[in-house]
């Protein structure tokens, strides 16, 4: 491969630490990211109720058709324009990770941040990180497709997007591609017996978690949340304090009985939802009990893998929506490794796992690293479908195998050939990082536990725990 002219999708905390990477290597001559938002800082741009977007009920097709934005002026000049895209965030948004694991390798977050960040803190802490890129963004540039191309008689990548405030459509040729855009966009709400009539006679009552934005909607209702991932733990803690008590959690299997809480109760799954004219607003649990005259059910279920800018790719890459499929180490297409994704992986810490696959990435584009053969690459794709299976679990490096991976991609980049001062390595997990990273689920329990007081809460040290090498 001969990479000269490299596209990057996406210009928020994957899309600009992979620009950053690749303009240290000093190979590339055309590094151009595409970023459909107004703004750095990608899905971490809070999306109020205005940017649109409801439910759909239920919600089992990776294939929906790209966003569109609502946009507004902006205050005070009418010329300019602000685009808003639906995204995860809420209001009261904090992040799961301390911010001492969280950060990039080469800069840390502010002093005065609590050790949780808010999503306020955090946007403004990738804007700052991001400004070194910013020269190389297209702003509310959308890409349509990428597809094959033959330029003098070299393959490469046809880009097609779109100018979101002009309605212009444009196309470029680029050597390869970094696909950085997520996958938070998609959502996932399973079919469940009765969940159409259900939703059709009690309009507005099932959201799914990408529509949550805070718990004053819910005030005073009887709320059931489906799930106990990051957000489903998140929102539920925030609903006690406005909705009806208990909240419900539904989730598979139930946690310890010391997880429960006068304000929050954990139930099976939902096996059916009863039909309106049996009972009122009522669930089934597959242990049997019906629940009546719930308010609102918030499905917090997690998303699909959707590239529809990719769709004429073969092999196609997407099948079911839960992975990406022909990737050698989540992040090479080994059919055209000239196409690279970054990002894929869940759970991680993922500004950190995202640098360790750039610099991955910048090695092998650069020619200072190789690629196994294509037969090598399937091999590992199949090791792992047998390991962890076909779908959902594809993906998953729950922790160890988080600081496992990312450890090996750095001992990867620095095998490079060429001067150590070529590119840049960031660097392994500390004895301290693994030690923090082991203890962050009671680490946030304890954060969470102080209450207000947890916004003047900075170190771990703060919290009472003290790392003693």
């Not at 596209?7 to 055309?30: D, R, S, W």
């Not at 180490?329 to 970054?342: C, D, K, T």
């Not at 991680?348 to 696959?357: A, H, K, S």
């Not at 160890?400 to 980049?413: A, M, Q, R």
């Amino acid at each position: 491969m001969v990479i000269s002219r490299i596209a990057i999708i996406g210009g928020g905390p994957a899309g600009t630490a992979v620009a950053k990477y690749l303009k240290a290597e000093c190979h590339f001559n055309v590094i151009d990211i595409f970023e459909q938002r107004s703004s750095l800082g990608g899905l971490w741009n809070y999306s109020p109720e205005s940017a649109g977007g409801e439910t759909r009920v239920p919600q089992t097709n990776p294939f929906l058709p790209l966003e569109k934005p609502s946009i507004h002026k902006k205050s005070g000049n009418a010329h300019e324009t602000r685009l808003e895209f639906q995204t995860p965030m809420y209001e009261n948004l904090e992040t799961n990770i301390p911010h001492n694991l969280m950060q990039y390798s080469d800069q840390p977050f502010l002093a005065e941040d609590q050790l949780f960040p808010s999503r306020e803190s955090t946007l403004q802490y990738l804007q700052s990180h991001g400004q070194d890129a910013r020269d190389l963004v297209k702003f509310g540039t959308q890409v349509t497709e990428v597809c094959h191309a033959n330029e003098d008689g070299k393959p490469s990548w046809q880009v097609h997007y779109q100018s979101l405030t002009l309605g212009t459509i444009h196309k470029d040729t680029y050597d390869a591609v970094v696909v950085a855009s997520g996958h938070y966009t998609v959502p996932y709400l399973p079919e469940i017996d009765g969940i159409g009539q259900w939703n059709y006679t009690y309009k507005g009552s099932i959201y799914h978690s990408k529509f949550y934005r805070k718990s004053q909607d819910f005030d005073g209702m009887k709320v059931l949340v489906v799930g106990n991932s990051a957000s489903g733990q998140d929102i539920s803690a925030h609903l006690t304090s406005c909705c009806k008590l208990p909240v419900m959690v539904s989730v598979r299997s139930k946690p310890p009985p010391e997880r429960s809480s006068p304000s929050k109760i954990f139930v099976p799954e939902i096996a059916e939802f009863v039909s309106p004219l049996c009972a009122r607003r009522a669930v089934r649990f597959s242990d049997g009990q019906v629940e009546m005259d719930i308010d609102a059910i918030i499905f917090c279920t997690g998303y699909f893998y959707s590239y529809p800018f990719l769709s004429s790719i073969l092999p196609p890459l997407i099948d079911t929506g839960e992975r990406v499929q022909n990737l050698y180490q989540h992040i090479f297409s080994i059919h055209h490794p000239s196409l690279a994704f970054v990002g894929i992986p869940k759970p991680i810490v993922p500004f950190r796992t995202v640098e360790g696959q750039a610099a991955v990435i910048s090695s092998v584009w650069s020619g200072r690293l190789d690629l196994p053969s294509e037969n090598v690459m399937h091999a590992w794709e199949e090791s792992l479908i047998t390991e962890q299976g076909p779908g959902r679990k594809f993906h998953d490096l729950s922790h160890p195998k988080d600081f496992n991976y990312y450890d090996e991609l750095i001992e990867w980049v620095q095998s490079a050939r060429g001067e150590q001062e070529i590119g840049n390595t960031p660097p392994k997990w500390s004895k301290k990082d693994r030690w923090v990273r082991e203890r962050m689920a009671q680490i946030k329990e304890a954060f969470v536990r102080a209450g207000k007081a947890r916004h003047e809460i900075c170190t771990l040290e703060e919290l009472g725990f003290f790392y003693e090498g």
